[in-house]
C-alpha cells in the first residue's frame, strides 16, 4: 500500500466531517460506539498506545498503526496529531483495505 492512498483518503474523510483527532475526543468516540477504525502514529508514547489499544480491543474497533504524528496530522491539515477515529463506516472499510 502507497502512503499517499491512505493519507489522502483520510484526509477526504476529514473534510467529509468523519474524523475526530486528539486522545480523549477519541476515546469518547469508542465509548460511544461511534468510532469505526482508530488509526495510531508510531511515536506513541507508550501510555497513549495502551489506553487506546486496551479501549479499541474492549469496544471492538479495529486499530492500526501509521506513519509518525507529523505524517498523520498533516493528512488531516493539522500541525501533528497522535491518534485519529475514523466516524464512518464506508471510509473505514476502504482505509482497512488500503492498510493491510
Same mark, same amino acid.
Given at each position: 500500500?502507497?502512503?499517499?492512498?491512505w493519507f489522502?483518503?483520510l484526509g477526504? @474523510?476529514?473534510?467529509?466531517?468523519?474524523?475526530?483527532?486528539?486522545?480523549?475526543?477519541?476515546?469518547?468516540?469508542?465509548?460511544?460506539?461511534? @468510532?469505526?477504525?482508530?488509526?495510531?502514529? +508510531? +511515536?506513541?508514547?507508550?501510555?497513549?498506545e #495502551?489506553?487506546?489499544? +486496551?479501549?479499541?480491543?474492549?469496544y471492538?474497533?479495529p486499530? #492500526?498503526?501509521?506513519?509518525?504524528?507529523?505524517?498523520?496530522?498533516?493528512?488531516?491539515?493539522?500541525?501533528?496529531?497522535?491518534?485519529?477515529?475514523?466516524?464512518?463506516?464506508g471510509?473505514?472499510?476502504?482505509?482497512?483495505? #488500503?492498510?493491510?
Amino acid at each position: 500500500m502507497s502512503e499517499s492512498e491512505w493519507f489522502s483518503l483520510l484526509g477526504l @474523510a476529514n473534510r467529509a466531517r468523519k474524523v475526530v483527532s486528539g486522545e480523549d475526543l477519541v476515546v469518547k468516540e469508542i465509548r460511544h460506539s461511534r @468510532a469505526k477504525l482508530v488509526l495510531l502514529a +508510531d +511515536d506513541a508514547s507508550a501510555n497513549t498506545e #495502551k489506553k487506546v489499544t +486496551d479501549k479499541c480491543r474492549h469496544y471492538d474497533v479495529p486499530v #492500526k498503526k501509521v506513519g509518525d504524528r507529523v505524517l498523520l496530522g498533516r493528512s488531516i491539515g493539522k500541525e501533528s496529531r497522535v491518534v485519529v477515529a475514523v466516524t464512518d463506516q464506508g471510509f473505514a472499510n476502504t482505509l482497512l483495505r #488500503k492498510l493491510d
